[in-house]
C-alpha cells in the first residue's frame, strides 16, 4: 500500500503526471501502429504485393516513432518519477507497450515477406479474415488506455479495464484458433512457405494481443500496491 503520507494516485506530483501523459503518448502512438496493420491485410486481399509492402514500411515507421518516445518516457521515470516503491512496474507497463508497437511491425514484415497467391488468400481468410484480430486488438489497445487514464484518480476503475482488456485477449484466442484451424484445414492445398507465412502472420498478431494483456497485467499490479 502508499504509505499514508502520500495516499493514491491523486496525490501523485507534476513529475509524475508528466510520466503518465508520456506512458499515453506512447500508447496511442502503439495505437496507430496496430491499426496500421489493417492496410497490409487489406492491399494483400486485394492481391497488390507491392502496396503490401508499402503498408508494411508504413507500420514499421509508426513503430520507430513508438520507440523515441518509449525512451524519452522511460529517461523521465529513471530520472526520479514515481517514487521506488511502482518505478519498476511503471517501466514495465512502458515495455510492455513498446512490445505492441515491435509485434505489429513484425506480423507486417512477415507478411509481406513472400506474396501469396490471390485465390489462395481469399479462400484461406473468406471466413475468419485477420482484420478481425486486428480489430479486437485496437479495442483491447483503447481500453488498455483508459485503464492508464484512470491509474491517477480511479485505481478501482483501471482494475476493471485492466480485467476487460484479458477478457477481449481470450476472445481474440478464439478469433485465432478458427483461422489457424482453417489454415491446417486447406494444408493440402498450400505449399509449405505459404502454410508457415500464413500461420505465422497469425500467430504474430496473435502476441499483438498478448502484448497488450501483458501491460494490462501490470495496472493490475500497480492497483494492487494502492491497496484497492
Known amino acids: ?64 516513432k513508438v520507440d523515441l518516445i518509449h ?16 518505478r519498476e512496474d511503471i517501466l514495465n507497463l512502458m515495455e510492455q507497450i513498446d512490445n505492441v508497437a515491435d509485434y505489429s511491425k513484425d506480423a507486417s514484415r512477415i507478411l509481406a515477406q513472400f506474396p501469396i497467391p490471390n485465390e489462395v488468400y481469399r479462400t484461406i481468410f473468406s471466413q475468419d479474415d485477420p482484420i478481425m484480430l486486428i480489430k479486437k486488438a485496437e479495442e483491447a489497445m483503447s481500453i488498455l488506455i483508459d ?36 489454415i491446417f484445414f486447406r494444408k493440402t492445398e498450400l505449399d509449405v512457405l505459404t502454410l508457415l507465412e500464413l500461420k505465422d502472420f497469425i500467430l504474430w498478431l496473435d502476441n499483438v494481443l498478448d502484448g497488450i494483456e501483458d501491460a494490462s497485467d501490470v495496472i493490475i499490479i500497480i492497483t494492487a500496491k494502492s491497496g484497492v
Request: charged fraction near 30%; charge should be negative.
Open 147 to 182: 485503464g492508464i487514464k484512470s491509474l491517477l484518480s480511479e485505481p478501482k476503475q483501471a482494475l476493471k479495464l485492466a480485467i476487460q482488456v484479458e477478457r477481449d485477449e481470450e476472445e481474440g484466442d478464439e478469433i485465432k484458433a478458427h483461422i489457424i484451424r482453417n
Open 71 to 86: 525512451r524519452e518516457a522511460m529517461v523521465l521515470v529513471s530520472e526520479g518519477a514515481f517514487f521506488a516503491g511502482i
Open 1 to 64: 500500500m502508499w504509505p499514508k503520507s502520500l495516499g493514491k494516485f491523486s496525490f501523485f506530483g507534476k513529475k509524475e503526471k508528466l510520466a503518465i501523459e508520456m506512458i499515453l503518448k506512447e500508447a496511442n502512438a502503439a495505437t496507430d501502429t496496430v491499426k496500421s496493420l489493417e492496410n497490409v491485410v487489406i492491399a494483400a486481399s486485394q492481391g497488390n504485393w507491392q502496396d503490401v509492402n508499402a503498408a508494411s514500411e508504413g507500420v514499421s515507421r509508426l513503430e520507430e
